[in-house]
């Protein structure tokens, strides 16, 4: 178990701090890293008893077989043998173990481009020409049982991608396109985090990975891609009056900004904030009003200047947005 701080596996409604298991894989790249991660632990294990047998030889063995162990010979053994054999076992079995991580996926498997930004995730959906479908935010939904391909990408510094249950860690650095295949077995929520300290409120930067039956995942598709706008026209009149539509974008609309979050689908998500808050009504309009008391140190505005009655309009506007 490894203490981390996202939103609890299999919980839609609390994103809360919580033990994840990250050495019960889900699916077959996690799996193989969860085998070379005991096969570590064994190994580490052991040289640690043969480090301490000698210690306690050499402290408590008598005169003898202290100058046997403190010889030549012993170095050699002990110095060089032993750390050249250890050494090349783990790295012949790791990188057999894991050859899984770098073959090719399938060319028709689902690809991914997700880019860290300060302290969320960009998500797009690619079609076979590898352009943005459909862009999300700080959640991904695949088919259970098929590979999907991600892009890893960041905007600003370096975060890190990962998903224990699904596979493995990976940075992700500016100016760079890094690759990693991810696959769920069966349906599940799966929590994320950025494993890579990226500043401010970093450890608040969580993910949330929903993997679906493959004929509902279509079926989810297919109707997120015919999303029309929702909500009402004073709703929408307040997002651009207030400024909204120049950080966020609303598929169909006129807001078109790119520095937050894209909204196109706000209303259905899990979470708010990176995976720190359930996306309900009072928590939206607590993060909309003032999210730099939720979340120290994140790029949205405090919009304390709101009327009660204005915040409940502006709210009701975003979460219709499905």
């Known amino acids: 178990m490894w203490r981390l701080s996202f939103m609890q596996e299999g919980n839609s409604e609390l994103p809360e701090k919580s033990i994840v298991p990250v050495f019960d894989p889900a699916g077959p790249y ?11 632990i064994a190994m580490a294990c052991g040289v640690l008893l043969i480090v301490l047998a000698s210690l306690w030889v050499a402290l408590f063995g ?23 054999v250890v050494l ?22 689902m690809r991914v481009r997700i880019t860290g930004e300060m302290w969320w995730w960009r998500v797009a959906y690619l079609d076979g020409q590898g352009r943005p479908a459909m862009i999300d935010a700080n959640e991904l939904h695949i088919p259970a049982g098929q590979p999907v391909l991600l892009e890893l990408e960041s905007n ?28 769920a077995d069966t349906p599940g929520v799966f929590a994320g985090q950025c494993a890579e300290y990226c500043g401010g409120p ?17 079926l989810l598709m297919a109707g997120q891609r015919t999303k029309r706008p929702a909500g009402s026209a004073e709703g929408a009149a307040l997002f ?11 598929a169909g609309t006129d ?6 979050p894209d909204l196109t689908y706000a209303g259905s998500r899990r979470s708010l ?16 009003g003032d999210s730099q008391s939720i979340k120290p140190g994140n790029r949205m505005p405090p919009y304390k200047m709101l009327s009660a009655a204005q915040l409940q309009t502006l709210t009701d506007y975003v979460r219709a947005q499905k």
């Open 30 to 40: 996690a799996g193989s890293i969860t085998i070379l991660s005991w096969f570590l």
């Open 62 to 84: 008598g005169e003898r077989i202290g100058k046997k162990l403190g010889g030549a010979k012993a170095v050699w053994i002990g110095g060089i043998g032993l750390p050249v």
């Open 88 to 109: 090349t076992v783990l790295l012949v079995y790791g990188l057999s173990l894991t050859r899984n991580l770098t073959e090719p996926v399938p060319r028709t498997a």
């Open 156 to 183: 600003d510094v370096v975060h890190s991608f990962w998903v224990p249950r699904l596979s493995g860690k990976l940075d992700m650095v500016p100016g760079r396109r890094n690759i990693l295949p991810i696959q």
């Open 202 to 218: 970093h450890a608040l930067m969580g993910f949330v990975v929903i993997a679906h039956e493959p004929a509902e995942f279509a």
């Open 240 to 250: 651009r009056s207030t400024g909204c539509a120049a950080c966020h974008r609303i």
């Open 255 to 260: 807001a078109n900004g790119m520095a937050g």
């Open 273 to 288: 904030g990176a995976g720190i808050l359930p996306n309900n009504r009072g928590t939206m309009m607590g993060w909309i």
